[in-house]
C-alpha cells in the first residue's frame, strides 16, 4: 500500500525567502508524485508531476521538485516566495500500474504563510 | 476547455436529513472520483469510476453514501441519512483515459451537518 507524508503541518516564510515543502513516500512500485494547491473554498489545482523521464520537475507560478527515489522524497521548493503564494499544498501519488492504478493518495497538506 | 463543475457549492443540513451533490466532468474524461475532504485533512477517495461503472469503492460507506454515473459523463454522490461527521468537503475529479495521470479538481461542495 502507498503512503504520503507531508512534513510539517504550517509553514511559514518571509516574502522572497525560499520556500521548502516535504513530502516523502512509501510505495512498493515507483510511483507518480503530484504537488497539488488549494486556496480557500476552491478546489486542488495541479502545480506539478512527476511520471517519467527527468527527476527535476518545474510546475506554474515558479515552483518545482525533485524526485529523489534513493530518499523516497519530492519535496517542492520555489526560490522566492510571493505573497499569493500562501495557501495549502497538497503531496499525492499513485501507483504506475495495478488495481489501484489512477488512484490518488494524498498527504495530510501544509499551509503555507507568507508574511511581508 | 471547461473545468469540472460541481453544485451546489455549499448545502447546510440536520442530521438524518439526504443530500445530493452533482459533478460534471471535463468533456471526454473517462474517469470520474469523489473524494471527501475533512477540515485539516488531505482528500480521501470515495469513489471512481470508469465512464460509467465502479472501479474503487472501497471507501464508500454504502449504508449511508451512493454514486451513481448512469450515462458516462455527470455524476452524482447521495448521503442519505446524514451524520455529524459527513461534514466536509466533497470534491470531484476527472482524468483522461489515457495519458495525462493527473486529476483535475472542481470547486468542491461544502456540507455542514448540523
Known amino acids: 500500500a502507498q503512503s504520503v507524508t507531508q512534513l510539517g503541518s504550517h509553514v511559514s516564510v518571509s516574502e522572497g525567502a525560499l520556500v521548502l515543502l516535504r513530502c516523502n513516500y512509501s510505495?512498493?512500485?515507483?510511483?507518480?508524485l503530484f504537488w497539488y494547491v488549494q486556496y480557500p473554498n476552491q478546489g486542488l489545482q495541479l502545480l506539478l508531476k512527476?511520471?517519467?523521464?527527468?527527476?527535476l520537475v518545474k510546475g506554474i507560478n515558479g515552483f518545482e521538485a525533485e524526485f529523489k527515489k534513493s530518499e523516497t522524497s519530492f519535496h517542492l521548493t520555489k526560490p522566492s516566495a510571493h505573497m499569493s503564494d500562501a495557501a495549502e499544498y497538497f503531496c499525492?501519488?499513485?501507483?504506475?500500474?495495478?488495481?489501484?492504478?489512477?488512484?490518488?493518495?494524498f498527504g495530510q497538506g501544509t499551509i503555507l504563510t507568507v508574511h511581508p | 476547455e471547461a473545468g469540472v463543475a460541481q453544485s451546489p457549492r455549499y448545502k447546510i443540513i440536520e442530521k438524518r436529513q439526504s443530500v445530493a451533490f452533482w459533478c460534471n466532468p471535463i468533456?471526454?474524461?473517462?474517469?470520474l472520483y469523489w473524494y471527501q475532504q475533512i477540515l485539516g485533512q488531505g482528500p480521501k477517495l470515495l469513489i471512481q469510476?470508469?465512464?460509467?461503472?465502479?472501479?474503487?469503492d472501497s471507501q464508500l460507506p454504502k449504508d449511508r453514501f451512493s454514486a451513481e454515473r448512469l450515462k458516462g459523463v455527470d455524476s452524482t454522490l447521495k448521503i442519505q441519512p446524514a451524520k455529524l461527521e459527513d461534514s466536509a468537503v466533497y470534491l470531484c475529479?476527472?482524468?483522461?483515459?489515457?495519458?495525462?495521470?493527473?486529476?483535475?479538481f472542481g470547486p468542491g461542495t461544502r456540507l455542514t451537518v448540523t
Open positions: 475529479a476527472s482524468r483522461q483515459k489515457t495519458g495525462g495521470h493527473e486529476q483535475y
Open positions: 510505495s512498493s512500485v515507483p510511483p507518480y
Open positions: 512527476y511520471t517519467t523521464g527527468a527527476t
Open positions: 499525492a501519488g499513485n501507483n504506475a500500474g495495478g488495481t489501484s492504478y489512477g488512484k490518488l493518495t
Open positions: 468533456s471526454g474524461h473517462a474517469t
Open positions: 469510476f470508469q465512464n460509467n461503472g465502479v472501479v474503487d
